[in-house]
């Protein structure tokens, strides 16, 4: 585990791998914090320079199966550029899990053609209500590749990634910026008013490589702040609207947000353990 | 005057010919309000067709010598595109003037050639602390096209364009972004976050176009909301942060921002006044 935004709360530390244990009795999966999880400079869990080691100890390392991302906040936009020219062939092999801010990070991962990259909860989210659930099925996702906690509608045959409608908006026309021609396009966001959701989803659908997605899913708007005056549409509304003057396809609601019913939602194809 | 976001308050809209009036004795500029200034749609000044129609009403009427935004807010990018292609020839000898939301279509038209677009004050600014000396500073570049109310460091030589951070970052990407190559790039906030700043200076500077402009100059950043904890970094020490990393010469502060001492920056060069 590593964070490459804002530190991780020493409680959640506590009660993952408790949870972890009392999940996987016969065979706990080990889970090791990089001591960088706890560490402060100012808005963030260490120093830019302090994360992005952290993340490259993690996933550079042969011992590690995956690289879950402790929490969000902000600050992996501060380390992506850093991290993304020093990674060597142990980190493609790994799983790489987490939302909100790690997007940034999932984005630039996929865009190298990393295999293994899934919006899912992370461990902060045990503090959520109800988030035991959350952290079960990350494990789950993480240690078995179990597809119960899979978004509804991912598939085989459909290509599929997920991110907070902020944080795609801020990396697009970057490096960063993910190619997702011919993917279910999953967006949520949490703590915005609407007229911001509006002008995000204007950003988003007036790019033309995002264009080029098979389709947009509207997940949970959580949170959304007073709008003054009232804005006149809800979120779903706001979501057909641009998805008609894009001529990108409205596919429906997804089961993802900021919250402890957050699903999983492989990048691309999801590699499902073979039975 | 139209007002392609935010409706105007009627107050604004009855002190600003007075002012005028009382500036300009001989010869008082006509300002017309485009009855669409005062229509009301949930967060708009009248719907987007409707505010569409209003600015192609001023932009293509001969008898107008300015487009006049009354007032930013948000909309801009909800109509922007429906009126770019319908714009005539007698639109492209007019002023316009504007900032905050209205950089929408500054960015549009400046893009599609128009050579008289500037940053600058607006109407609603009248009802700010000191509020008529910003008026009175968008009449004098209307009017005389006078230089007292340019931003000090803009020249004959160097071409120059404002934003504001949150408006250019979201119209990066898409078919509304402005090409600065070789341009002084002014950018000013307001009421958001430093770690909003930051976010919005690495997406800003992070694109590959952007990055070919002459240099970054940092306007003011008002009513900066909490941000939990403490970033850590001013929003000068940010913008030096992200100019040295993506290699955009830093230029120092401008005088522009969300208040009355808001200067005048015309896009590209500055049609001055022949003496």
């Given at each position: 585990m590593v964070a490459p935004a804002s530190r991780l709360a020493a409680e959640a530390a506590e009660r993952v791998p408790a949870l972890a244990g009392s999940l996987y009795p016969e065979r706990p999966p080990e889970i090791v914090f990089h001591p960088q999880c706890f560490a402060s400079h100012g808005h963030f869990a260490g120093d830019d320079e302090t994360r992005a080691h952290a993340f490259l100890d993690i996933a550079n390392d042969?011992?590690?199966d995956a690289v879950w991302f402790a929490r969000g906040g902000y600050g992996s936009c501060r380390m992506a550029e850093a991290v993304m020219c020093r990674l060597?062939?142990?980190?493609?092999?790994k799983v790489y899990l987490g939302y909100s801010d790690a997007g940034v990070l999932l984005a630039a991962l996929y865009r190298a053609g990393f295999e293994a990259v899934a919006h899912g909860p992370m461990a902060?989210?045990?503090?959520?209500?109800?988030g035991s659930a959350a952290v079960e099925r990350a494990l789950a996702w993480m240690v078995?590749?179990?597809?119960?906690?899979?978004?509804?509608?991912?598939?085989?045959?459909a290509k599929t990634a997920a991110f907070n409608m902020t944080v795609l908006s801020q990396i697009?026309?970057?490096?960063?910026?993910?190619?997702?021609?011919a993917h279910v396009l999953m967006l949520e966001e949490v703590g915005e008013a609407m007229y911001r959701i509006d002008r995000l989803l204007f950003h988003i659908t007036s790019n033309a490589e995002i264009r080029r997605v098979a389709g947009m899913m509207l997940g949970r708007c959580s949170r959304i702040t007073p709008n003054e005056p009232d804005f006149g549409m809800n979120e779903e509304e706001i979501a057909r609207c641009w998805c008609r003057r894009s001529g990108i396809p409205w596919l429906g609601r997804a089961d993802?947000?900021?919250?402890?019913?957050?699903k999983i939602v492989p990048f691309g194809l999801p590699l499902l353990r073979t039975v």
């Open positions: 042969e011992s590690f060597t062939q142990p980190a493609r092999r902060q989210d045990i503090l959520r209500d109800g078995d590749r179990s597809p119960e906690g899979l978004e509804p509608t991912v598939s085989r045959v697009l026309g970057t490096p960063l910026q993910p190619v997702l021609d993802i947000g900021h919250d402890a019913d957050n």
